[in-house]
Nanobody, 122 residues
Framework: VQLQASGGGLVQAGGSLRLSCAASGRTFGTYAVGWFRQAPGKEREFVAS????????YHADSVKGRFTISRDSAKNTVYLQMNSMKPEDTAVYYCAASGRGVSASRYGYNYWGQGTLVTVSS
């Protein structure tokens, strides 16, 4: 499975962005997908994850109510809709795929995309 994250950019506080994670590989539909982020000087942290069916989602407390993860199996793409953004959301965002089910741990993911930079100005 190869993953390509896109959609990052510069946005003002309170604004919105939608990240996309496009995947190649016929078996992508059987993988859970997660979004993680890493700010400068900080550990990579969990943001959200979605099961292979899309029926189960998890969001970190820091983004709950503002961010929403979803997937379009026909397009082999997972999205992260980010609303009401804050400066502390500034980070490189990574998508990852897991053949072992949905997880909030980065160690549960086998495949990683290259990351897309999100900058939120105050």
């Amino acid at each position: 499975v190869q993953l390509q994250a896109s959609g990052g950019g510069l946005v003002q506080a309170g604004g919105s962005l939608r990240l996309s994670c496009a995947a190649s590989g016929r078996t992508f539909g059987t993988y859970a997908v997660g979004w993680f982020r890493q700010a400068p000087g900080k550990e990579r942290e969990f943001v959200a994850s979605i099961s292979w069916s899309g029926g189960t989602t998890y969001h970190a407390d820091s983004v709950k109510g503002r961010f929403t993860i979803s997937r379009d199996s026909a397009k082999n793409t997972v999205y992260l809709q980010m609303n009401s953004m804050k400066p502390e959301d500034t980070a490189v965002y990574y998508c990852a795929a897991s053949g072992r089910g949905v997880s909030a741990s980065r160690y549960g993911y086998n495949y990683w995309g290259q990351g897309t930079l999100v900058t939120v100005s105050s």
